[in-house]
Structure formats: C-alpha cells, structure tokens
C-alpha cells in the first residue's frame, strides 16, 4: 500500500501561486492513478485534481479549471500541483492519495489511508 507526503504548502495573497508535491513511497505508484483532495473544517474532503498513471488523463474539479495544474514524475515518485490564481476559497488542507482505478479516486471516503496534508492559506 502506498504512503504519502505532502509539501509546498504556505501563506499567500490572493492571486499568488504556489506549488504542491506530493512523494509516494511503494512500488504501486507508477500504475496508480494519483489525486489532490482538499478539505476545510467542518466539510467532507473534496477530489481537486487527478492524474492517470502515465500521466495522459486529467480531471479537475470545475472550481479549479484553467487555474491548476496537475503533473507527475513517475521515476521520482511525485506528483505536483501547480496553483496560480489563488482565491480564499482555496483555503484547505491538501492531501494527496491514489489507487490502480481511477474510479476509485472518487471514492473519497474509501480510497485509503492518508498522510498529514500541506496547509494552504490565501489571505490578504
């Protein structure tokens, strides 16, 4: 099963960009679909982007179209998040988490096991 560490996160104006990274450890990760959740509190934890294994599939959540970027790097293990035009509402704690069906990764409540998340604040 893999393991997940998030980074990148931090404090940002609105309009600001940051970059997120994801590193998975096990051996299942270049077959997995990977996503980037988010959650604030007292809400259930939302799929933001996903990525197919070898990268040539992309969803994203249609409040973060045009605006993030999702990418991996199989040989590294990671996956990354480009956000530019951040707004407050992308305020949240972000995870990340795969699975070999990327049906599965829209099963947020059953997908797997999950690491600490970045912090991502947008202020002014």
């Known amino acids: 099963q893999m393991q997940f560490v998030e980074s990148g996160g931090g404090s940002v104006q609105p309009g600001g960009s940051l970059r997120l990274s994801c590193t998975a450890s096990?051996?299942?990760?270049?077959?997995?679909?990977i996503g980037w959740y988010r959650q604030v509190p007292g809400k259930q934890r939302e799929l933001v982007a996903a990525i197919s294994n070898y990268g040539a599939v992309t969803h994203y959540a249609d409040s973060v179209k045009g605006r993030f970027t999702i990418s991996r790097d199989n040989a590294k293990n990671e996956v990354y998040m480009e956000m530019n035009n951040l707004q407050s509402e992308d305020t949240a704690v972000y995870y990340c988490?795969?699975?070999?069906?990327?049906?599965?990764?829209?099963?947020?409540?059953?997908?797997?096991?999950w690491g600490q998340g970045t912090q991502v604040t947008v202020s002014s």
């Open positions: 096990g051996t299942m990760f270049s077959i997995s679909a």
């Open positions: 988490n795969g699975h070999r069906m990327w049906a599965s990764l829209f099963q947020v409540e059953t997908i797997g096991a």
